[in-house]
């Protein structure tokens, strides 16, 4: 059993696209209950966007998903998080939600759940990369455990056509104006990271409960060899 939480902010689609394959990814896993939630949107960035036709029907198609709040972070086992890049980073909305969580911090309750991060660009240099590495550093403060898409599970990855994807995670190029959309190549690496964080929440679920309680398993991995 392994609980997982698909957390995202997408503005124009692209990033909500890639939510829906790392939905699907998790679902394939036996026993695995996944819940998809949306960072909420900040009220000027809604001001400024609120002209933009791919915008808008983008936030439509997303409204009937509820916000995510704190208690979907504690009913996780593992969570993966989904923004489009600013920079070379997440979004100021993705930052700012998890800029909230100094209680769950202070607390610890995500210490040992594992995370994986995907994103889109606009181009391929745009960040395809730099944003799911940059947006380790607040995870790893968190105490959450990364997780990536490697290039065993995912051999598309090495493909030199124009398409996302990295062993950081998955990713998708949206081009300059929005109008591209992901390709079957980036979203096959979202479904295998959906897969392969709830196989990871699940393994990591009944350690973590004991290493919270200063105990350890009575058979370590190790010790079978």
Known sequence: MANVL????????HVYTLAQAVEAGAKSVKGADVRVRRIPELTEARANLSKIPFYV?????QSHLAEVTKDDLRWADGIAWGSPTRFGNVTAQMKQFWDTLSDIWQSG??????AGIFTSSATIHGGQETTIVSGMFPLI???????????????QILSTEAIGGSPYGPSTIAGGDGSLQPKEADLVTARNLGSRLALMAGALRP?????RHGQQPKEPAFAQE
């Open 109 to 114: 309750e995500l210490e040992d759940k594992p």
């Open 6 to 13: 698909i957390a995202f902010y997408s503005t124009f689609g």
């Open 207 to 211: 350690v973590r409960r004991l290493v």
């Open 57 to 61: 029907q983008s936030q439509q198609a």
């Open 141 to 155: 403060h968190l105490g959450m455990v990364f997780v990536g898409t490697p290039y065993g599970e995912n051999p």
